[in-house]
């Protein structure tokens, strides 16, 4: 073969390729670019031209914000891209991101549970941002969001910390047919002995007999009295947690502050109480008469039958008002969960919005204008309004406007405000059912849901089902946590 | 053979008189297979020694993934788990079932098959339909099937009698999960089988009813014999996606309910993406990678025994 020796070699030219390959690979595996960054008196516009990556479960206020970005990108100039995924792939995308060092999502729907209290530490402190003068203050401050849901949605550990800004609030209330409690009214209180009128007063002892009582009297108008979302699933423990607590269960010794402010160590389980044992009866009895098909549903099964018609009340988050009232117009009805013997507890199920600890100085001060964007009064609003969305505000001054003060009577332009009033009463102190924020929730919730799950099968008795929950829980808190 | 090369007088005189020629330590087959090789070790060599290592650590992901040695620790839970040997007791009847039932009713959908000589083209496309639909679309289209409200099949039961909920009980659930993985894959052995059933020739079968042999005796004795090294190669292609079944238990029952569909796939896949406890994770995988060695060898050795793997 003939070859120029003064030439490169077909080797020396594969070589090169490949050390060129190697070198563009590891240059883009290195060092990320931070955002650019302007000297502007315009606070909001110094990170003109930059990207962000906002990580979302596929909720109400992301859909709406999803659904018109327009506002934020002409007010900073930053560009936003969403990626809304179902909680669990969610976590895990959120936890690789985190342990890569760089941050593919600099801004992070951080679900109390399953994301801040396992990688607190890979979420930015936002009081540093707050305090930065070269950066703009969240409106009204932190007292504007609801204060238990700063707490739960916020902080972890710390008190005075918070990581995340509360973004949504779902939260379980009882949502019922109004139209058919209204038909059945005076013989359901004739033959009950009590009004039957969904509120907070009623005990879940009188929502039994309600259930029970549509169960056997109004089959042509409904199947099944109550339905719930019973299957083997993070909902199951959401709707167990509501009974539990109003009958003087706790998952822990000092429950309310472990699901307040959280903890890393909250000591033995107490499941095996008399109390969460007694819970535990009434639970399964009371699903003993709901429709059987719940012990295969989630919060969407559950949501699907009521508006499928098939139930006339069940205990749902509030936010599936606006699909209710889209299939079912003004059929409907919200009110605080009932009480239990001992207490009131509606779970709540918000999230707050953070900001990645492996993010660059600018990256994380443009991500600190999108969740105060994000969380500002004007932007709940338009989320409320929204087509595409629905929201669930998280600020106090919103549920004071005008005129989402008018919208929480019908016939209302924002759907999700006919729950306000059962809503602002579930979220008093004293009212709101904090799940434990714990970093090893996620495997704990598991075994609660996995052995209610053999409860509601037949394969455990409560007592049984609670002391193993309790020896299973405390296993796993004893090994700790470390992310 | 030797090269020109080597005899190659300025070779000759490099050398020192009494050395032997020295074998070049990676000759040109080497040199080939070098760039397979380190293909091969980046995706799967170096993946199963951090496997192994990870099997023995705790392992850290925030500010950059780290192993934390702790011993046989990952190990030890392992074997003492309870729920983890349930759910490797579902997995075995799980495999079992399905794989059992697979064979069975694909060959005999191929028996039939084999006799239909009007339309066979548009029936086997028509068998062979579920096969080419995604297993996490196979267990939607289940969960809509058995959904109490709507859903067909759950009609069908009640008008038979039977009031319970498909998904909502663990028996049922564990029986539809293995019914839907029946259903999607029983086509896969029908058409292997259907392929093995045309080399049977057709002269022994002709003679065989010539000799007045009646029809089981001819698939006992001829068929089955002469497509046996078929159904060994199907089984053990069967066999090895069975033991990693996981999307349509994933999509309809998520391993309940009270864990009777949670085989182990399941349970790794919650312990490694919901708990993070990646050091347990990787000691769960290890020991289903030993299983589906041991599945895949024996089936292996079968195919051996009969001389097929040469």
Not at chain 1, 105 to 111: F, L
Not at chain 1, 154 to 164: E, H, I, M, Q, S
Not at chain 2, 217 to 241: C, E, G, H, K, Q
Request: aromatic fraction near 10%.
């Amino acid at each position: 073969m003939d070859r120029n020796p003064l030439g490169p070699s077909r080797r020396d030219v594969l070589r090169g390729a490949l050390a060129a390959g190697a070198a563009v690979t590891l240059s883009g595996c290195g060092a990320q670019a931070d955002a650019p960054h302007v000297v502007t008196v315009d606070q909001w516009r110094q990170f003109k031209g930059a990207t962000l990556n906002f990580i979302s479960e596929n909720t109400a206020p992301t859909a709406a914000i999803a659904a018109n970005t327009r506002p934020f990108t002409d007010l900073t100039g930053i560009t936003i891209n969403i990626v809304t995924l179902e909680l669990t792939a969610l976590v895990q995308r959120v936890a690789l991101d985190l342990a890569s060092g760089h941050a593919q999502y600099q801004v992070i729907y951080a679900d109390p549970y399953q994301v801040l209290a396992p990688y607190q530490r890979g979420l930015v402190d936002l009081r540093t941002m707050q305090a930065d003068p070269n950066l703009p203050h969240l409106p009204g401050g932190i007292a504007d969001f609801i204060p238990a849901q700063m707490d739960a949605a916020g902080r972890f550990v710390d008190p005075n910390a918070y990581y995340t800004l509360p973004y949504d609030a779902p939260t379980m209330i009882w949502q019922y047919r109004r139209d058919l409690f209204d038909k059945y009214h005076d013989r359901m209180a004739n033959d009950l002995g009590f009004d039957p009128t969904p509120s907070g007063e009623r005990t879940w002892d009188e929502y039994y007999r309600i259930a029970n009582w549509f169960n056997k009297h109004a089959g042509s108008d409904v199947k099944y009295g109550t339905g719930h979302q019973a299957r083997q699933h993070d909902s199951l423990m959401n709707d167990f947690s509501n009974v539990l607590w109003s009958y003087g269960g706790a998952y822990f010794d000092n429950g309310k502050e472990v699901g307040r402010i959280g903890s890393r160590d909250p000591g033995p389980c107490r499941l095996d109480s008399d109390a969460a044992i007694a819970g535990a009866e009434f639970y399964q009895k009371l699903l003993a008469i709901a429709d059987p098909a719940s012990t295969t549903w989630d919060w969407d099964g559950v949501g699907a039958a009521f508006r499928a018609g098939r139930l006339a009340m069940c205990p749902n988050w509030h936010e599936f008002a606006a699909s209710n009232e889209q299939v079912m117009p003004g059929k409907t009805g919200y009110s605080p969960l009932p009480r239990g013997p001992v207490a009131t507890a509606n779970m709540y199920g918000g999230t707050g919005v953070g900001i990645s600890g492996n993010t660059r100085p600018h990256e994380r001060g443009a991500a600190w204008l999108f969740i105060v964007w994000a969380t500002s009064p004007q932007t709940q609003l338009a989320n409320l309004k929204s087509k595409a969305g629905g929201g669930t505000p998280t600020r106090t001054s919103v549920y004071e406007l005008p005129e989402v003060r008018a919208a929480e009577k019908r016939p209302s332009p924002m759907p999700n405000m006919l729950t306000a009033a059962a809503v602002r009463q579930a979220w008093e102190p004293d009212k709101i059912g904090l799940r434990p924020k714990i970093p090893m929730w996620n495997e704990c919730n598991t075994a609660i849901f996995t052995q209610l799950s053999r409860m509601l099968t037949g394969g455990a008795t409560p007592p049984d089902a609670m002391r193993t929950i309790k020896a299973r829980v405390d296993q796993i808190v004893a090994r700790g946590w470390v992310a | 053979m030797t090269h020109a090369a080597d005899h190659s007088p300025v070779l000759e005189r490099a050398r020192p008189e009494t050395a032997k020629p020295r074998e070049p330590r990676i000759g040109f087959e080497g040199a080939m297979m070098t760039p397979g090789l380190i293909l091969l070790a980046a995706l799967s060599i170096v993946p199963f020694l951090a496997l192994i290592a990870m099997s023995f650590s705790h392992v850290r992901l925030l500010g950059g993934v780290s192993l934390d040695l702790v011993g046989l620790r990952n190990w030890a839970r392992f074997f003492t788990d309870a729920d983890m040997w349930m759910s490797w007791l579902r997995t075995i009847v799980y495999f079992v079932l399905t794989v059992g039932l697979e064979m069975v009713l694909g060959v005999a959908v191929a028996l039939c098959l084999y006799r239909v000589l009007r339309g066979r083209n548009l029936l086997l496309g028509l068998l062979l339909l579920p096969m080419f639909v995604a297993p996490s679309i196979v267990g939607l289209l289940g969960r809509y099937l058995t959904d109490s409200t709507f859903g067909l099949y759950a009609w069908v039961l009640r008008s038979v009698g039977y009031s319970g909920d498909i998904l909502g009980s663990p028996i049922s659930a564990f029986a539809a999960v293995v019914f839907m993985d029946v259903w999607e894959w029983t086509p896969l052995i029908a058409l292997i089988t259907l392929a093995g059933l045309s080399s049977v020739p057709q002269s022994v079968r002709e003679a065989a009813a010539v000799d007045g042999a009646p029809g089981w005796m001819t698939l006992r004795y001829i068929v089955f014999p002469a497509i046996s090294n078929v159904l060994l190669v199907a089984l053990l292609i069967r066999s090895m996606d069975a033991i990693r079944y996981f999307d349509i238990i994933w999509v309809t029952t998520n391993g309940g309910p009270a864990d009777a569909t949670k085989i182990v796939p399941v349970r790794l896949y919650e312990t490694a993406f919901r708990f993070f406890d990646l050091g347990y994770a990787a000691a769960i995988g290890l020991a289903m990678l030993a299983f589906s060695i041991f599945i895949a060898r024996t089936f292996v050795r079968l195919l051996d025994v009969r001389g097929l793997t040469r």
